[in-house]
């Protein structure tokens, strides 16, 4: 099977599109390396690419991405970690100020986890991934009057609130939050509606962000 066409014309659009504006850049970062003051952990989704949300630049984020923005915790051993890997040479190479953990709206992974379906089974991988997210669930407690969509949206940002939990258990991390080097944060995109959501530290709660401007596109 040839290479994919929707590659080869995506980058026959990026050579006159973004390579044509931020050359100089790519030269300059190459020569200097790269400096990111943000990184990012979000999910494997197609429709959640951070840096088509945030707009970023090249060099502009450190970029993780996994199934479900599942932040695993510390554990030191003799595995290999993926994301505790990228996580270490964002804070202690790269050195960034931020971490962001973006979640999603109609996530699957959270969807799955939730109604316990496909594609989760005993022997994949993907089941032993989402089991991560399991303290998110317990916090949300039982769906009650919610609705389902409801319901599973509250496990969604309670999935990003425990990755940023598990942040907190990575000790050169921690140490580095607690003297303000460092600034975690969680977010939460709507695919369906492009609204972002940040959440407020002191209240838990997920709050928009550019809403006049969020507004004003929808007004139109
Ligand atoms: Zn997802």
């Not at 991405?65 to 964002?90: C, M, W």
């Not at 509250?154 to 939050?177: D, G, H, I, K, Y």
């Amino acid at each position: 099977m040839p290479f994919p066409e929707l590659l080869i014309q995506g980058y026959r659009a990026f050579l006159f599109s973004h390579l044509r504006r931020e050359q100089d850049r790519f030269r300059e970062l190459a020569e200097s390396g790269q400096s990111p003051e943000i990184m990012v952990i979000g999910c494997c989704d197609s429709r959640v690419s951070p840096e088509v949300i945030f707009d970023a630049r090249p060099g502009e984020l450190f970029v993780v991405r996994n199934i479900a923005n599942i932040v695993p915790p510390y554990q030191p051993d003799e595995r290999a970690h993926g994301v505790s890997a990228a996580l270490e040479f964002g804070f202690a190479a790269l050195k960034v100020k931020h971490i962001v953990v973006l979640g999603h709206a109609h996530c699957g992974g959270v969807k799955a986890f939730a109604e316990d379906t496909a594609p989760l089974t005993p022997s994949d991988f993907i089941g032993n991934w989402m089991r991560i997210m399991a303290p998110a669930m317990v916090k949300v407690g039982p769906r009650g009057t919610l609705s389902h969509a409801e319901y599973i949206a509250r496990l969604e940002q309670a999935n990003v609130a425990n990755s940023l939990e598990n942040l907190m258990t990575f000790p050169r991390l921690r140490s580095q939050v607690e003297r303000g080097a460092i600034a975690l944060h969680g977010a939460y995109f709507g695919v369906a509606t492009g609204e972002l959501l940040v959440r407020d530290e002191a209240s838990g709660q997920f709050l928009p962000i550019a809403a006049e401007d969020h507004a004003r596109l929808f007004a139109r």
